[in-house]
């Protein structure tokens, strides 16, 4: 079939219309299952954030969040709150019927009744106001006024006569009407207004608006514009002027009663309430008679009529309506409770429109009409007529729209124009165009087509970063360069003509692991180019590719970000998984998110129309908002401590604070701090009217408390004080009472106790030195003894080895047995001399020390190896500290003697060629004495027990602490060594 057939056919088929109507607003609705005391409502009014409720259960206050409500138990004497109006104090006047005029003390939160103004009449009232002196409650027909300050009350009965060509208005004070006035049904009730400081009065069927003065009326207001109308309300418009309502129109006025614009309605009807959007457009409450009434909507540029019960599909009639600081729209019913629109300019397009509500793309075809596509299908809507119809059923595709208008549809399904023409392309989304022609995302590609829609050229495999997924998420194209954002990486290329991409930087590094690029936009006017993830927001300087690092948005830090878009003002609308952010100079300015009216927090695209509406894609479906001025912050939520001081005693656990948090804009996304002390944390709890805190020791705290929403910055913070009494014993007094006492007691306990330790320290310090006496005595005698033994036994055992050498020397040859003798005589002493000065040595306390008992043994071991054909090595690596360590007196003569023996068996045995003896200090303060040899060494467990290993090991262990052992190899040598503690103080 040909394509442009193919295309007409396919044309007439999705073009049979399915048409839907799409939600014109984002309504909330409460009712007694949330909190009200009756579904049957009486009359509204916005007042300190908070919205005041009458019903036919008494008065409810709705702070955004909970009602809290007032009935008869609290002071009413009716429960029918029909009317309120607030002075110029902290009161609100309450109008009921069946039980008069009761004032609402806010700051005391409490009720009581008007002591004034009790005419049993007067008990009925359904609407009042208050200027400065002078209170009105009215009826239909009857006026009741009374003034605070000369303390009189007055009954008004109003009546018409004609006067001056036109039906005029009078009060009967005190009195009844004329007899010659013929009393009838009127139409339109009487009604006042305050006004330019002025009370105003219209209605019961009379012509113009009068001042009111007292009970007197006085002057005509405006009177050539509204001289001769029948009128039944007015209210302030935006700009100051003055809005009136009449049978079957509005008329608005400006401050100086020229007459600027009128809305029509049905003529069987008046108006009894009217108010002004920001937008110009008109809302009123009308009636037919006064038991039928119901509100409308009015635009200003099309004067066209939208029922509000209707719209908010309420099961019973209205009763009142309510416009808000935030142009949101009131309205309360006989029997269905209250309803709230957030914004009547905004449109919804959702899941009850839309098969599947995902939203993929947005486009504007004209002035008034709005492409977008769903995973499923392809819609147009008609914002004049406000009509969605399917344009392409069962089609998941991307709405392209190029310079020149026409309308591309890309799918996986095939790919055609609005024409009919097709372009040789999957499901793919236009990026731009320049000389080389236009450019498509399609997955993983880049493609070029030329003006008849042929490929030209297509680039692939772009860096993939920490993330394999070569996915394109956005790309940027110009003359000269092109960023492409794959969803692991950010590269920068130089494109010249003959389709070449020159890599000049690419970004992956400064990406997180699992962090995936969302979306791109280069921003021309300060050369930025923005950078949306899964984590966060990024600046880069686009001046500097080659140089430039991302920077991090500090207010956009742990967002998933998910769109970018910049509007007409030059603001950058972020879009993420949470809601929508507004920037302006890097700067966060705004929030929004379903709390705010956004039909869901999920944002998939954003997109601005010619007429300056934002239209803003989720995961829940389509809505538009108007984007006519700078988006800045709502005001806060009133947040504030309910007493200036709290008081608590320290026997609680817990301390609970009474607050005050309300806000009628975004309540569903307060969030509350609160902080104790000046220099304390901020600390977040969820929303309650009592904040529970762990108790305190006593003392004063300061307190503070702030609240903000979505939309608002932090409130000022409320400041209060929190004292904690408690028990005498707690008392700072009492405290510092006990420490003084105590530190009385122990400085007197510390005083004994050093007199105690002086003592013991003085006996200490005496047998130290009776310990040092007797040790310097015990080193003289041993030195003494030493001297002895070497003058007596040494020099004894000295000449009896002289005199066996003479004798022997005379001897010899002539008697052989006899020089035997003299032989073994002289060996024998020789031995004797060489142990008992071995003895005589070690008896002399300065050879105590470990470097003289080292010093003892190498010397024996020079003099013992030289006279054998064995090399005698030695080595000392100990600190000079260590060297004059003093050992205990027993140790000298064991050490000697071990390593004496072990040299003598070296000598006998070993058939060595080197010996080497050594002393050697580790880092763990441990000493180890060793002497080793290259020897034939020998089999330990063969020689264990002979008397020469055995006296070493016996000498060993009277050196307490200390560890000896021998190593030995048959052919490599054997090693006899000692090791102990430099603090061998331990083992003692």
Same mark, same amino acid.
């Given at each position: 079939?040909?394509?442009?057939?193919?295309?007409?056919?396919?044309?007439?088929?999705?073009?049979?219309?399915?048409?839907?109507?799409?939600?014109?607003?984002?309504?909330?609705?409460?009712?007694?299952?949330?909190?009200?005391?009756?579904?049957?409502?009486?009359?509204?009014?916005?007042?300190?954030?908070?919205?005041?409720?009458?019903?036919?259960?008494?008065?409810?206050?709705?702070?955004?969040?909970?009602?809290?409500?007032?009935?008869?138990?609290?002071?009413?004497?009716?429960?029918?709150?029909?009317?309120?109006?607030?002075?110029?104090?902290?009161?609100?006047?309450?109008?009921?019927?069946?039980?008069?005029?009761?004032?609402?003390?806010?700051?005391?939160?409490?009720?009581?009744?008007?002591?004034?103004?009790?005419?049993?009449?007067?008990?009925?009232?359904?609407?009042?106001?208050?200027?400065?002196?002078?209170?009105?409650?009215?009826?239909?027909?009857?006026?009741?006024?009374?003034?605070?300050?000369?303390?009189?009350?007055?009954?008004?009965?109003?009546?018409?006569?004609?006067?001056?060509?036109?039906?005029?208005?009078?009060?009967?004070?005190?009195?009844?009407?004329?007899?010659?006035?013929?009393?009838?049904?009127?139409?339109?009730?009487?009604?006042?207004?305050?006004?330019?400081?002025?009370?105003?009065?219209?209605?019961?069927?009379?012509?113009?608006?009068? @001042?009111?003065?007292?009970?007197? @009326?006085?002057?005509?207001?405006?009177?050539?514009?509204?001289?001769?109308?029948?009128?039944?309300?007015?209210?302030?418009?935006?700009?100051?002027?003055?809005?009136?309502?009449?049978?079957?129109?509005?008329?608005?006025?400006?401050?100086?009663?020229i007459i600027q614009d009128t809305f029509d309605f049905d003529p069987a009807f008046y108006a009894s309430d009217v108010y002004e959007l920001s937008t110009g457009d008109m809302v009123a409450s009308i009636n037919k008679t006064m038991d039928h009434q119901k509100n409308i909507l009015i635009k200003k540029k099309s004067k066209k009529i939208i029922e509000l019960e209707k719209l908010v599909k309420s099961k019973s009639s209205s009763s009142s309506l309510l416009v808000d600081k935030k142009d949101r729209i009131w309205v309360s019913t006989q029997g269905d409770g209250l309803?709230?629109?957030?914004?009547?300019?905004?449109?919804?397009?959702?899941?009850?429109?839309?098969?599947?509500?995902?939203?993929?793309?947005?486009?504007?075809?004209?002035?008034?009409?709005?492409?977008?596509?769903?995973?499923?299908?392809?819609?147009?809507?008609?914002?004049?007529?406000?009509?969605?119809?399917?344009?392409?059923?069962?089609?998941?595709?991307?709405?392209?729209?190029?310079?020149?208008?026409?309308?591309?549809?890309?799918?996986?399904?095939?790919?055609?124009?609005?024409?009919?023409?097709?372009?040789?392309?999957?499901?793919?989304?236009?990026?731009?165009?320049?000389?080389?022609?236009?450019?498509?995302?399609?997955?993983?590609?880049?493609?070029?087509?030329?003006?008849?829609?042929?490929?030209?050229?297509?680039?692939?495999?772009?860096?993939?970063?920490?993330?394999?997924?070569?996915?394109?998420?956005?790309?940027?194209?110009?003359?000269?360069?092109?960023?492409?954002?794959?969803?692991?990486?950010?590269?920068?290329?130089?494109?010249?003509?003959?389709?070449?991409?020159?890599? @000049?930087?690419?970004?992956?590094?400064?990406?997180?692991?699992?962090?995936?690029?969302?979306?791109?936009?280069?921003?021309?006017?300060?050369?930025?180019?923005?950078?949306?993830?899964?984590?966060?927001?990024?600046?880069?300087?686009?001046?500097?590719?080659?140089?430039?690092?991302?920077?991090?948005?500090?207010?956009?830090?742990?967002?998933?970000?998910?769109?970018?878009?910049?509007?007409?003002?030059?603001?950058?609308?972020?879009?993420?998984?949470?809601?929508?952010?507004?920037?302006?100079?890097?700067?966060?300015?705004?929030?929004?998110?379903?709390?705010?009216?956004?039909?869901?927090?999920?944002?998939?695209?954003?997109?601005?129309?010619?007429?300056?509406?934002?239209?803003?894609?989720?995961?829940?479906?389509?809505?538009?908002?108007?984007?006519?001025?700078?988006?800045?912050?709502?005001?806060?939520?009133?947040?504030?401590?309910?007493?200036?001081?709290?008081?608590?005693?320290?026997?609680?656990?817990?301390?609970?604070?009474?607050?005050?948090?309300?806000?009628?804009?975004?309540?569903?996304?307060?969030?509350?701090?609160?902080?104790?002390?000046?220099?304390?944390?901020?600390?977040?709890?969820?929303?309650?009217?009592?904040?529970?805190?762990?108790?305190?020791?006593?003392?004063?705290?300061?307190?503070?408390?702030?609240?903000?929403?979505?939309?608002?910055?932090?409130?000022k913070p409320s400041k209060s004080a929190l004292i904690i009494n408690g028990y005498f014993w707690e008392s700072n007094i009492f405290k510092v009472s006990i420490i003084l006492i105590l530190l009385s007691g122990i400085i007197y306990y510390s005083n004994i106790k050093i007199k105690e330790e002086k003592l013991k320290s003085d006996k200490l310090k005496e047998i130290i030195r009776s310990r040092a006496e007797t040790q310097k005595k015990l080193a003289r005698i041993r030195k003494e003894i030493a001297q002895d033994f070497h003058d007596e036994m040494g020099n004894k055992?000295?000449?009896?080895? @002289?005199?066996?050498?003479?004798?022997?020397?005379?001897?010899?040859?002539?008697?052989?047995?006899?020089?035997?003798?003299?032989?073994?005589?002289?060996?024998?002493?020789?031995?004797?001399?060489?142990?008992?000065?071995?003895?005589?040595?070690?008896?002399?306390?300065?050879?105590?020390?470990?470097?003289?008992?080292?010093?003892?043994?190498?010397?024996?071991?020079?003099?013992?190896?030289?006279?054998?054909?064995?090399?005698?090595?030695?080595?000392?690596?100990?600190?000079?500290?260590?060297?004059?360590?003093?050992?205990?007196?027993?140790?000298?003569?064991?050490?000697?003697?071990?390593?004496?023996?072990?040299?003598?068996?070296?000598?006998?045995?070993?058939?060595?060629?080197?010996?080497?003896?050594?002393?050697?200090?580790?880092?763990?303060?441990?000493?180890?004495?060793e002497v080793k040899d290259d020897g034939l060494g020998f089999d330990i467990p063969d020689k264990s027990k002979g008397n020469g290993l055995k006296n070493m090991k016996s000498r060993a262990k009277k050196i307490t602490g200390s560890s000896f052992d021998i190593e030995s190899e048959e052919g490599k040598g054997t090693s006899v060594f000692i090791t102990f503690s430099r603090k061998f103080g331990n083992y003692e």
């Amino acid at each position: 079939m040909p394509v442009k057939f193919k295309y007409c056919f396919l044309h007439i088929v999705f073009f049979i219309s399915l048409w839907c109507n799409a939600q014109d607003a984002f309504i909330h609705h409460w009712t007694t299952k949330d909190g009200l005391p009756h579904n049957f409502i009486y009359h509204l009014k916005e007042d300190n954030n908070v919205l005041w409720i009458g019903t036919d259960d008494g008065l409810s206050i709705f702070n955004g969040h909970s009602f809290k409500t007032y009935s008869t138990k609290d002071g009413l004497k009716s429960p029918y709150v029909i009317g309120f109006n607030r002075n110029y104090s902290d009161s609100l006047f309450l109008f009921t019927w069946k039980g008069g005029i009761h004032v609402f003390n806010t700051e005391q939160d409490s009720i009581h009744t008007y002591p004034y103004l009790q005419h049993k009449a007067a008990n009925k009232l359904h609407k009042g106001i208050v200027l400065s002196d002078d209170v009105y409650g009215w009826q239909w027909s009857y006026i009741y006024h009374f003034n605070t300050n000369t303390k009189k009350g007055y009954k008004l009965s109003p009546y018409s006569k004609q006067e001056n060509g036109k039906k005029e208005l009078f009060f009967s004070v005190n009195k009844p009407v004329p007899h010659y006035i013929i009393k009838k049904t009127t139409l339109v009730p009487i009604n006042l207004v305050r006004f330019q400081n002025k009370i105003l009065v219209m209605g019961y069927d009379t012509q113009g608006l009068k @001042v009111l003065e007292g009970n007197k @009326v006085t002057d005509d207001f405006f009177e050539n514009a509204l001289g001769d109308i029948v009128l039944s309300c007015a209210n302030q418009a935006k700009d100051g002027g003055l809005i009136v309502g009449t049978m079957g129109k509005i008329i608005k006025l400006s401050p100086r009663g020229i007459i600027q614009d009128t809305f029509d309605f049905d003529p069987a009807f008046y108006a009894s309430d009217v108010y002004e959007l920001s937008t110009g457009d008109m809302v009123a409450s009308i009636n037919k008679t006064m038991d039928h009434q119901k509100n409308i909507l009015i635009k200003k540029k099309s004067k066209k009529i939208i029922e509000l019960e209707k719209l908010v599909k309420s099961k019973s009639s209205s009763s009142s309506l309510l416009v808000d600081k935030k142009d949101r729209i009131w309205v309360s019913t006989q029997g269905d409770g209250l309803f709230l629109i957030h914004n009547t300019e905004c449109r919804y397009i959702g899941i009850e429109d839309l098969s599947i509500p995902h939203i993929l793309s947005i486009n504007e075809k004209n002035d008034s009409t709005i492409l977008f596509s769903t995973t499923n299908q392809v819609y147009e809507y008609n914002t004049n007529e406000e009509e969605l119809k399917i344009k392409y059923p069962a089609k998941r595709a991307i709405v392209n729209i190029f310079e020149d208008k026409s309308i591309a549809f890309t799918s996986n399904n095939g790919s055609i124009f609005e024409s009919g023409d097709s372009i040789d392309i999957q499901y793919s989304k236009y990026v731009g165009r320049n000389y080389g022609g236009r450019w498509f995302i399609e997955e993983d590609t880049l493609k070029v087509f030329d003006q008849k829609n042929k490929i030209i050229k297509a680039f692939h495999k772009f860096p993939e970063g920490k993330i394999t997924q070569p996915k394109i998420s956005q790309a940027i194209i110009s003359d000269s360069s092109l960023w492409i954002a794959t969803k692991g990486a950010l590269s920068y290329y130089d494109y010249s003509p003959n389709y070449k991409l020159t890599s @000049v930087n690419v970004w992956i590094e400064q990406l997180a692991s699992g962090e995936r690029i969302n979306d791109i936009l280069l921003d021309p006017q300060d050369t930025l180019l923005w950078v949306a993830t899964n984590y966060s927001l990024y600046t880069l300087d686009a001046n500097r590719p080659k140089e430039a690092l991302l920077q991090k948005i500090s207010s956009m830090e742990n967002t998933n970000c998910t769109k970018l878009y910049k509007d007409h003002f030059g603001q950058l609308w972020v879009g993420t998984s949470n809601g929508l952010s507004v920037l302006r100079n890097g700067n966060l300015k705004r929030r929004y998110n379903k709390s705010s009216g956004l039909i869901s927090n999920y944002i998939t695209e954003i997109f601005e129309s010619s007429d300056h509406n934002l239209w803003i894609g989720t995961h829940q479906g389509i809505m538009s908002m108007p984007n006519n001025k700078i988006a800045l912050p709502i005001a806060p939520p009133t947040v504030h401590w309910k007493d200036k001081v709290y008081k608590s005693h320290s026997k609680y656990s817990t301390i609970q604070l009474p607050l005050v948090a309300n806000s009628l804009s975004e309540m569903e996304s307060i969030r509350l701090q609160y902080k104790i002390g000046k220099a304390g944390d901020w600390i977040n709890f969820t929303y309650t009217d009592r904040l529970n805190i762990t108790n305190k020791s006593p003392g004063e705290y300061p307190l503070f408390l702030r609240g903000k929403t979505i939309g608002s910055e932090w409130s000022k913070p409320s400041k209060s004080a929190l004292i904690i009494n408690g028990y005498f014993w707690e008392s700072n007094i009492f405290k510092v009472s006990i420490i003084l006492i105590l530190l009385s007691g122990i400085i007197y306990y510390s005083n004994i106790k050093i007199k105690e330790e002086k003592l013991k320290s003085d006996k200490l310090k005496e047998i130290i030195r009776s310990r040092a006496e007797t040790q310097k005595k015990l080193a003289r005698i041993r030195k003494e003894i030493a001297q002895d033994f070497h003058d007596e036994m040494g020099n004894k055992l000295a000449s009896i080895t @002289v005199l066996a050498d003479l004798a022997s020397m005379k001897l010899k040859g002539k008697d052989a047995d006899t020089e035997k003798i003299l032989l073994r005589i002289e060996g024998q002493s020789k031995s004797l001399y060489n142990g008992t000065r071995d003895f005589i040595w070690s008896i002399d306390a300065k050879n105590d020390e470990l470097g003289m008992i080292y010093d003892y043994i190498k010397d024996f071991g020079e003099e013992f190896f030289d006279e054998l054909e064995i090399r005698y090595h030695s080595k000392k690596n100990i600190s000079h500290n260590t060297e004059q360590l003093t050992l205990p007196h027993s140790w000298s003569l064991q050490l000697v003697l071990i390593f004496k023996e072990a040299m003598t068996n070296i000598a006998k045995y070993a058939q060595a060629k080197h010996v080497y003896l050594s002393i050697i200090e580790s880092d763990d303060d441990m000493i180890r004495i060793e002497v080793k040899d290259d020897g034939l060494g020998f089999d330990i467990p063969d020689k264990s027990k002979g008397n020469g290993l055995k006296n070493m090991k016996s000498r060993a262990k009277k050196i307490t602490g200390s560890s000896f052992d021998i190593e030995s190899e048959e052919g490599k040598g054997t090693s006899v060594f000692i090791t102990f503690s430099r603090k061998f103080g331990n083992y003692e």
